[in-house]
């Protein structure tokens, strides 16, 4: 049989029963038996529900569980529940069924102070099957098992005590639908020889989610970073590393401290007085009173470091010249897309393919990113060197 030829799809999993009234525990003792005599389960499913609008750690409100036959909301701002929930997330036996998880497993990992083991992603496993890229919850419930569900919670105080009926409700309804559109999904990419691919993305996800991320690397991540060098991107490092610090000590969002665009205007003329500070884009007068003499500090500290201090300059964006091979990478994409039944960017991403080029501008070879490296390589991998190697040769040998 050809390993490409789509199975008729499987029935759709049957609607579960709901309405059915969730269990609010608020006990750690409970939350323990509970836990143990779960462990034995082939799965449990994990959803939470947390804020992250004014604060730089997300806050933890709920954390909903389908375990069995049972429906239950745990309530983490109790003393004691992270170490009861602990056991549970760190068993490496147990899968975890999340949807959309990345998110969920930083909080949790933060919350339990371990990484979350063996998770079963349903997006992604979605995205594997063909059903959509980036599939909302609610979208797969309803295309899956027939039922639309309420969204009118999702902004509502997931810190407030008692939590409303209709909160419980609609926090329940996040994990009641999860376990069998985690049968119907693993059996349907079982039948499509897709599994291992699943593995390695859920596993990816885990290893992403325990990532703490070092202050002296967020530079990497401020816009236009790599248009500064020399010194004015030693600045830019010791700025955006300071601003990580404070972030993380005050608990505020990065941007509160300051916007990207004031990291890198300061890195850039790197002012030596609270009057040149007054000029800096998007600094409002509150932040210089506040942080101005940090930020002189900061600033002195990079004017007078040694020579060595100063980081390799970062991957310039490839120029016009890869216009022509970007196009051809891309409708390859977009081929071996449409031939497996996948939205594209399961396939690479746009940043892949900007990886690959910046990398041949910036450093004559070609190198593809991580993420093409493993169960992608010989899917499409291996077609984009050898597309790239055609064109560039054809097309762009004059640049
Ligand atoms: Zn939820």
Known sequence: MNELHLPTVSAAPQRNKIGQRPDLVEQPDQLADMVSSWRELDFVCIDTEFMRSDTYFAELGLVQLSAGQNIVLVDPLVPGMNEALRPLLCDFELPKVLHAGSEDLQILAQYCGAPVNNVYDTQLAAALAGLGFSLAYGKLVAQLCQVELDKGQTRSD?????????????????????????????SRLTELGRSDWMR?????????????????????RVSRAWQLKGRSLLCLQRLAAWRERTAIARNRPR????????????????????????????????????????????????????????????????GKSYSQVSKKLRARVQATAKRLELAPEMLARKKDIDFMLATHANTGSLDLPVALKGWRYPVIGEALLDEFARHHSNNDSEN
């Open 158 to 186: 997931w810190k407030q005590r008692p939590l409303t009926d209709k909160q419980l409700q609609y926090a329940a309804d996040d994990v009641i639908y999860l376990p069998e559109i985690y049968h119907y999904l693993d």
């Open 200 to 220: 390695a993305e859920c596993r990816n996800l885990v290893d992403n989610a325990s990532i703490t991320a070092e202050p002296e690397q967020a530079f990497n």
């Open 255 to 318: 941007s509160w401290i300051l916007k990207d665009k004031s990291l890198w205007q300061l890195a850039e003329r790197m002012p030596a007085s609270e009057d040149e500070l007054s000029t800096i884009d998007e600094m409002s007068p509150g932040q210089i009173r506040r942080y101005g003499k940090d930020l002189l500090d900061v600033v002195a500290e990079a004017v007078q470091a040694a020579q060595q201090d100063i980081p390799d300059r970062l991957t310039e964006p490839a």
